[in-house]
C-alpha cells in the first residue's frame, strides 16, 4: 500500500524540530505512528509533511526529579511498563501501559503520542488523569506546563496548538498509593469499552487521597469527582465502595455503540469500578 | 527536508547485511523489504495494523513493519524469517510449529514465528497465558491457535534441551 506523498525530515535536536515545524507549520509530529499511520492509511490524515522525532534525544528517558518522575514522550509504552522506577512510585502508568494493543503496539506507541492523539477510549489517559500527571509542551513560542486534566478537550483534541509538541510527562509520585487499572477491551481492537484507573491513599485506616479516571465511557477520560468524595475521609468498608462505585459516571455524557449500549457501559462501569476497588483491599 | 516524492539513499540492517536502497519517505517498511529487499516472508494481510502478519523484530522485538515507513527503520536492526532457519536446519521454533501441526495456510506463520522467537529469547519458559497474551497481535484464521500456543511450548522445550546438550 502507497500511501499519499508527504514531505519528511527527521531533526536532530529538540531546537531542530521546533524549528522545522516554524517553517512547515501543516506537518505533523510522527512519533510512534502507532495511531497516525493507520489514520493515513484510512484517508483520515494526510499531513503534507512529517517530522519524524526519533532522532531528538531530549524525548527519550525516564528520570528521577524528586517528587516526580520525568517521562520523555518518546517512552515507548513498553518502556513504562517495564521500568523500575515507574512501577515502584507511579505503578498505575505501568498497568495500563501493560495494557495498551498488543506487543507491536506497545513495542513502537509512545506515551507523548498516545496523549497528543487523545482517543477517547485509551488506556494511558485514565491512569495519567488518576495520577495527576502534566504535560510539558514546546513550541516557538516557548515551553509550558498543563495538567493532563486540561489537555484532553475531546475526541482526538486537545488543548495543544497546531505546532506545540510534548515534550515530557510529569508524574508525581505515589509511592506506596494502591494503585490498579481494570479495563474491558473490546474483543477486536482492543480499545477499552470501559477502563477504570485508581489510585488511593490511605492512612490509620482512612482514605487521606483518592483518585478514580475512567475511559472508554465519555468523549474524553475523566476524573469521578463524586465516587472520589464518596471515598475521602473514610474508613473503607464494603457499603462505602459501592456507593463511590455507584456514583462513578456522576453528571457524564455516557457513550453508546454498536457493541455496548449506554446503560450497558455505565453498568458496566460501576462493576469494574467496585471490583477495582474491592481488589485493592 | 526530504521533498515529496522525492527519494532518499538509506541504509536497513537488515538480517545482519547492509542493503542500500532508494526509498520515498511514504514507502512502508513492509514494502520495502518484500520489493526492494526481496524478503516475501515479509507477508503483507490487511495491511491496516491489525494482522500482525508483516511481523518482523526490530532490534530483536516484534513490530509491525505495515506500520512503519521504512525510512524510520535506519539505524535499527531488523530480523525477518529468512534469518531463522532453512529448509534444512529449521529454528526450533520452526520446527515445533511443522511438529505441532501449529500452521494450516501458513499466511501468519512467518509473524507468529517471529513473535514467539522473541518471547523466548526474552523468557525461555513463558506460561500458557503469556504465549496467548503475546501472540494477541498476531491473528490466524485456521487453526483456532490452541496448536500455535501448543508450538510455542514445545519449541520452549526443545530450546531447553538444545541448551543442556550445549551446556
Known amino acids: 500500500m502507497t500511501l499519499a506523498a508527504f514531505a519528511y525530515q527527521r531533526p536532530r535536536s529538540l531546537a531542530e524540530a521546533v524549528e522545522a515545524m516554524a517553517e512547515a507549520p501543516d506537518a505533523r509530529w510522527l512519533s510512534g505512528g502507532m495511531s497516525l499511520l493507520p489514520m493515513m492509511k484510512l484517508e483520515l490524515a494526510a499531513p503534507p509533511a512529517l517530522l519524524d522525532l526519533s532522532g531528538v534525544e531530549d524525548l527519550r528517558g525516564i528520570r528521577d526529579e524528586g517528587d516526580f518522575l520525568h517521562i520523555g514522550a518518546m517512552t515507548r509504552h513498553v518502556e513504562l511498563a517495564r521500568d523500575p522506577a515507574v512501577r515502584r512510585d507511579a505503578h498505575l502508568a505501568s498497568l495500563a501501559a ?4 498488543d506487543p507491536q503496539v506497545r513495542n513502537r506507541g509512545t506515551v507523548g503520542g498516545s496523549l497528543a492523539h487523545a482517543d477517547p477510549a485509551a488506556d494511558l489517559p485514565a491512569a495519567l488523569l488518576a495520577l495527576d ?16 486534566q486540561d489537555l484532553l478537550l475531546g475526541p482526538m483534541m486537545t488543548a495543544l496548538e ?10 508525581p509520585k505515589h509511592t506506596g498509593h494502591r494503585q490498579a487499572y481494570t479495563k474491558v477491551p473490546h474483543p477486536a481492537s482492543g480499545y477499552a469499552v470501559v477502563g477504570v484507573a485508581v489510585a488511593i491513599h490511605e492512612e490509620g485506616g482512612r482514605v487521606r487521597q483518592a483518585a478514580i479516571a475512567v475511559t472508554g465511557v465519555a468523549l474524553k477520560a475523566f476524573r469521578a469527582a463524586r465516587a472520589e468524595a464518596v471515598l475521602a475521609g473514610q474508613a473503607v468498608d464494603q457499603e462505602v465502595l459501592a456507593e463511590a462505585a455507584g456514583l462513578v459516571c456522576d453528571g457524564q455524557d455516557v457513550l453508546g455503540d454498536v457493541y455496548a449500549s449506554a446503560a450497558y457501559r455505565r453498568q458496566l462501569a460501576q462493576v469494574v469500578t467496585r471490583r477495582t476497588l474491592e481488589g485493592l483491599r | 527536508m526530504v521533498a515529496t516524492e522525492e527519494r532518499v539513499a538509506i541504509t536497513l540492517a537488515v538480517n545482519g547485511r547492509d542493503e542500500q536502497v532508494s526509498v520515498e519517505p ?15 516472508g515479509v507477508h503483507v494481510g490487511c495491511e491496516h495494523g491489525v494482522c500482525g502478519a508483516c511481523t518482523v523484530l526490530l532490534d530483536g522485538e516484534p513490530i ?39 500452521l494450516q495456510c501458513g499466511f501468519c506463520t512467518p509473524g507468529m514465528v517471529l513473535t514467539a522467537r ?15 497474551e503475546t501472540l494477541s497481535g498476531n491473528l490466524c484464521r485456521c487453526t483456532g491457535y490452541q496448536f500455535i500456543v501448543d508450538a510455542v511450548l514445545l519449541a520452549a522445550a526443545k530450546r531447553a534441551e538444545d541448551a543442556e546438550q550445549g551446556a
Open chain 1, 162 to 171: 497546531p505546532d506545540e509538541l510534548i515534550v515530557a510527562i510529569r508524574i
Open chain 2, 118 to 132: 522473541a518471547l523466548l529469547d526474552r523468557n525461555p519458559n513463558p506460561d500458557e497465558e503469556t504465549i496467548r
Open chain 2, 26 to 40: 511514504r514507502w512502508l517498511l513492509s514494502d520495502v523489504l518484500r520489493r526492494e529487499c526481496g524478503l516475501k
Open chain 1, 98 to 101: 501493560e495494557r495498551i494493543g
Open chain 1, 133 to 148: 500527571a502534566e504535560v510539558e509542551a514546546v513550541s516557538a513560542r516557548g515551553r509550558r506546563a498543563l495538567s493532563v
Open chain 2, 64 to 102: 509491525r513493519s505495515c506500520l512503519m515507513f521504512a525510512v524510520q527503520a535506519v539505524g535499527h536492526q531488523l530480523t525477518t524469517v529468512e534469518a531463522l532457519g532453512t529448509a534444512d536446519h529449521l529454528d526450533p521454533v520452526q520446527q515445533a510449529f511443522w511438529e505441532a501441526h501449529g
